[in-house]
């Protein structure tokens, strides 16, 4: 079946635009997480959805960052005024349910350059 | 979450077994282990986990130290499709912070050479 996607697979911007960066998780599952990779580091937490919920946001840096999930399946990622440190490659996974020892699938990420 | 420790890089011949060590010493007794890679320009997958027994999927095996301080993922014969970033993460299923999110270190880089 079909795994997880997002858009764009690239996106460059200029500092101070906004951006928008879309998940389409695997169909039926409810938990949906949304990390953040700067170049030579692992994935690093920002947000965790299940259903339509954002049950955890401590991972977000600052209040320029903020997603949504309204129909507790496609997400958005939404960076305002975005700044040169936000360049990275922002990671979309989802799993089944709540389970914490549930697999998350990854999606392939989008590379977000901020010049 | 517990902390893990692994080497930053490895190298392996393709073809040859690679055993890429974890160490996890402040583990607790409902921490599993994960597994998961990153092949280049990819997201993270899922390769195996465990408790407290050793482990074997298609993908590979998990030997788990008898103190649960360390772990070892085992591929039997590596190939150059690999070659990847090797995640052990620790995941506690009744953690207050419940939230199933991933805490990734830096990881092993494992090269396969051909």
């Known amino acids: 079946g079909a795994g997880v996607s997002q858009t764009p697979s690239n996106k460059v911007t200029e500092k101070g635009k906004y951006v928008e960066l879309r998940c389409d998780p695997i169909?039926?599952?409810?938990?949906l997480y949304w990390y953040r990779q700067s170049l030579g580091q692992g994935p690093e937490f920002l947000i965790y959805?299940?259903?339509?919920?954002?049950?955890?946001d401590s991972g977000l840096p600052n209040d320029r960052f903020f997603a949504v999930r309204p129909e507790g399946s496609v997400s958005t990622l939404k960076i305002q005024r975005t700044e040169r440190g936000d360049s990275a490659v922002y990671l979309c996974?989802?799993?089944?349910?709540?389970?914490?020892?549930?697999?998350?699938?990854f999606g392939p990420g989008t590379r977000l350059t901020v010049l | 979450d517990a902390k893990t420790t692994q080497p930053n890089s490895m190298e392996s011949n393709e073809e040859e077994p690679v055993h890429l060590p974890c160490n996890h010493s402040?583990?607790?007794?409902?921490?599993?282990i994960h597994w998961y890679r990153q092949l280049p320009s990819q997201g993270p997958e899922y390769v195996i986990h465990?408790?407290?027994s050793n482990v074997n999927n298609r993908m590979a095996s998990l030997a788990i130290a008898e103190d649960r301080k360390s772990s070892t993922l085992i591929l039997h014969r590596a190939t150059l499709r690999d070659a990847a970033v090797y995640y052990c993460?620790?995941?506690?299923?009744?953690?207050?912070?419940?939230?199933?999110?991933?805490?990734f270190g830096q990881g092993t880089t494992l090269q396969v050479k051909p």
């Open positions: 465990g408790l407290t």
């Open positions: 996974a989802s799993s089944v349910g709540l389970a914490a020892l549930d697999t998350q699938y």
């Open positions: 993460i620790l995941r506690d299923p009744y953690g207050s912070s419940n939230t199933g999110k991933l805490i």
């Open positions: 959805f299940q259903g339509t919920g954002a049950a955890d």
């Open positions: 402040t583990i607790s007794g409902t921490d599993y």
């Open positions: 169909s039926g599952h409810t938990a």
